[in-house]
């Protein structure tokens, strides 16, 4: 993979005006609430923001948990622990995990809920900030949140075009953010993990390759999965035959019995992306 370096610099105009605001609106925030996508945890945080919400309480959020490994995801959740952090398995599109996550920020403010009662600040509100980059489902975990369709769904970076205080229940209330990118990702491994899930759009990126490296990196990891799904033999063949033999499989010829790479590349990444290739983790904690 390094020998194919992947040039990614997606750092939108106004993505540094967003981060600044969210600095900014930090000093209003009890507890941050940070969605990683549970099968790439570490592709998914923001290291750009990470320092600015050091000093904050924070919980992390495994969405999309469904898709992934569960015993991997049990084994990221331990960790966060052992590093301090709670850290909650849920499904943002079911609901699935929302009601632990309500109770974990009620209890994670308890902690700090004695520096408002000294300042005769009884009752207040729990603020939380929610942050994710894009496509981990953070509209989505939120509207389920709320109980109802306040953030606008969407994968792009941005898409929450203003700053907007949403009611949870009597006692927690959320601010939601744009999804926010960083100005460079020069990690080629993390680059390409999101990739495979399609954070990286096909822009910036070529799918035949991204295809390749997840066929590269199932077949050594989830070879029983592989094998189940396109119906193939893995031993002693190279990648580029296992994709070839795929491609004859699913009807991806072309004339003169040619593989049509991009057809067979766009069956791959789909079926990867929808969770038809069973639920996969593509990184342990370290």
């Not at 939380?128 to 489902?137: A, R, T």
């Not at 993390?190 to 990739?195: D, E, V, Y």
Request: glycine share 6%; net charge positive; proline share 3%.
């Amino acid at each position: 993979m390094n020998e194919n370096k992947i040039n990614i610099n997606w750092y939108p105009g106004h993505m540094a005006k967003t981060k600044k605001q969210i600095i900014e609106d930090l000093k209003l925030i009890d507890i941050v609430v940070e969605i990683l996508d549970a099968r790439m945890p570490l592709a998914s945080v923001n290291p750009d923001i990470q320092n600015y919400i050091k000093d904050k309480k924070k919980i992390i959020i495994l969405n999309k948990s469904d898709l992934a490994d569960e015993n991997i995801t049990n084994e990221w959740i331990k960790y966060y622990k052992s590093k301090g952090i709670n850290a909650i398995a849920i499904e943002a599109n079911n609901g699935k995990g929302i009601p632990k996550v309500i109770d974990c920020i009620k209890s994670e403010y308890k902690s700090i809920e004695d520096k408002y009662i000294k300042k005769g600040r009884i009752g207040k509100a729990i603020r939380i900030m929610v942050l994710g980059i894009p496509n981990v489902g953070k509209s989505t975990f939120i509207n389920k949140l709320a109980k109802r369709n306040t953030a606008k769904v969407g994968n792009k970076p941005g898409v929450t075009k203003q700053k907007q205080w949403i009611k949870i229940d009597n006692n927690i209330e959320l601010m939601d953010t744009p999804g926010m990118l960083w100005p460079r990702l020069d990690d080629q491994e993390l680059a390409m993990h999101l990739a495979f899930v399609g954070t990286i759009g096909e822009n910036s990126i070529d799918n035949e390759e991204i295809a390749y490296y997840l066929i590269e990196y199932l077949k050594n990891t989830y070879p029983n999965k592989l094998k189940e799904r396109y119906n193939v033999e893995l031993e002693e063949k190279e990648t580029i035959d296992i994709i070839n033999e795929i491609a004859k499989k699913r009807g991806a010829i072309i004339s003169g019995g040619n593989i049509n790479m991009q057809k067979v590349s766009d069956i791959i990444l789909n079926e990867f992306r929808s969770g038809k290739l069973g639920r996969i983790t593509i990184e342990l904690p370290r």
